[in-house]
């Protein structure tokens, strides 16, 4: 049976590498009848932009004038949308595919419900619970409420969805599953980087995510959702 796969996109300043994980995206997905709809959001202060249209002419883009990555995720939050597609997916500049990754998510949804996240890997980041590449079945997210909490900047909002996630029982994981995290700080292994290509290096738009200013406020608002219960 033909299933509905949704994938958000944020991006900003990097209109070639996202082309670049994009077509991976579709070079990996599984010869099937499962169909792909592919949300791109970007900011309107992008200096990039002309570029970003060029290159994506067919696929939907989103543009906003986001203050921060979190925003420009949710900004593509319906809940209308989700109740028609099955896998929810936000992608992003850095993260690569694992073959088949459609067929091998599906599997895990299937048997676990989809009202869960998945917990893949990206092989060399050590034995976090994060859910750095946020995955699940479109339950979770409406029942999650958002795509990110929204009074994050970017910094420690997947803490706060694998907490969520762990603690109401929808947290799966699938480590088998690898898509690997190509981002300067990690420091991926030569064999992945032979088979993916160099790792993405520190830039303006990595400086705005992780900045002093989103450590702080981000820190202070997980703590926040810690003693609330996360409600």
Same mark, same amino acid.
């Given at each position: 049976m033909m299933k509905k796969i949704l994938l958000v996109h944020p991006s900003r300043g990097r209109p070639e590498q996202a082309k670049k994980i994009y077509e991976q995206i579709l070079n990996t997905k599984a010869v099937n009848d499962n169909t792909l709809s592919?949300? %791109?959001?970007?900011?309107?202060? &992008?200096? !990039?932009?002309?570029?970003?249209?060029?290159?994506?002419?067919?696929?939907? =883009? $989103?543009?906003?004038?986001?203050?921060?990555?979190?925003?420009?995720?949710?900004?593509?939050?319906?809940?209308?949308?989700?109740?028609?597609?099955? %896998?929810?997916?936000?992608?992003? &500049?850095? !993260?690569?595919?694992?073959?088949?990754?459609?067929?091998?998510?599906?599997? =895990? $949804?299937?048997?676990?419900?989809?009202?869960?996240?998945?917990?893949?890997?990206?092989?060399?980041?050590g034995n976090t619970n994060l859910l750095t590449f946020p995955v699940g079945g479109n339950q979770f997210f409406l029942d999650y409420g958002t795509f990110h909490y929204h009074e994050y900047l970017s910094v420690y909002a997947d803490d706060d969805m694998t907490e969520w996630a762990i603690k109401n029982n929808r947290y799966v994981e699938a480590r088998h599953l690898v898509f690997p995290h190509m981002q300067y700080s990690l420091g991926p292994p030569q064999n992945i980087i032979d088979q993916y290509g160099q790792i993405l290096p520190h830039d303006e738009t990595y400086a705005k995510q992780n900045s002093a200013a989103a450590y702080e406020i981000g820190g202070k608002v997980l703590e926040k959702r810690r003693r609330n219960n996360f409600q």
């Amino acid at each position: 049976m033909m299933k509905k796969i949704l994938l958000v996109h944020p991006s900003r300043g990097r209109p070639e590498q996202a082309k670049k994980i994009y077509e991976q995206i579709l070079n990996t997905k599984a010869v099937n009848d499962n169909t792909l709809s592919y949300i %791109l959001s970007l900011d309107t202060d &992008d200096p !990039t932009l002309k570029t970003y249209k060029e290159l994506f002419p067919n696929i939907t =883009i $989103l543009i906003h004038d986001n203050s921060c990555l979190v925003q420009a995720v949710n900004r593509a939050y319906d809940r209308d949308m989700l109740v028609t597609f099955d %896998l929810v997916g936000i992608a992003t &500049d850095d !993260t690569y595919f694992a073959q088949n990754w459609d067929e091998e998510l599906f599997k =895990i $949804l299937d048997k676990h419900g989809y009202d869960k996240a998945i917990k893949v890997t990206s092989q060399f980041q050590g034995n976090t619970n994060l859910l750095t590449f946020p995955v699940g079945g479109n339950q979770f997210f409406l029942d999650y409420g958002t795509f990110h909490y929204h009074e994050y900047l970017s910094v420690y909002a997947d803490d706060d969805m694998t907490e969520w996630a762990i603690k109401n029982n929808r947290y799966v994981e699938a480590r088998h599953l690898v898509f690997p995290h190509m981002q300067y700080s990690l420091g991926p292994p030569q064999n992945i980087i032979d088979q993916y290509g160099q790792i993405l290096p520190h830039d303006e738009t990595y400086a705005k995510q992780n900045s002093a200013a989103a450590y702080e406020i981000g820190g202070k608002v997980l703590e926040k959702r810690r003693r609330n219960n996360f409600q």
